[in-house]
């Protein structure tokens, strides 16, 4: 079982960042995902949440309208695409994967995280 988040870097005030977390070795449509963060000396923080079939979203107050996000089962994949990017955003953003059904309800997954750093 992996997830692979990718995509982090350095970005300036204002700019872009897609990040993508590609999920091996269990069935991702039986798994909400999300994408949570943690910054230096913060407690980690939920950012944002897409259920099974992808027809349901949940953000964290701090990201809405900035950030979206989205999956896509066929390729195994989660994205989130964040927009207009604060010196606040910089943390390192890491994939989850909770079971939502079957036998897979119960289990959660994490990946390693990728950082993010925004710059003034």
């Known amino acids: 079982v992996q997830l692979v988040e990718s995509g982090g870097g350095l970005v300036q005030s204002g700019g872009s960042l897609t990040l993508s977390c590609a999920a091996s070795?269990?069935?991702?449509?039986?798994?909400?995902m999300s994408w949570y963060r943690q910054a230096p000396g913060k407690e980690r923080e939920l950012v944002a949440l897409v259920n099974i079939v992808g027809g349901s979203t949940k953000y964290a107050d701090s990201v809405k309208g900035r950030f979206t996000i989205s999956r896509d089962n066929t390729k195994s994949t989660v994205y989130l695409q964040m927009n207009s990017l604060k010196p606040e955003d910089t943390a390192v953003y890491l994939c989850t994967a909770e079971g939502a059904r079957y036998s897979h309800v119960g289990i959660t997954y994490w990946g390693k995280g990728t950082l993010v750093t925004v710059s003034s």
């Open positions: 070795g269990f069935p991702i449509s039986s798994y909400h």
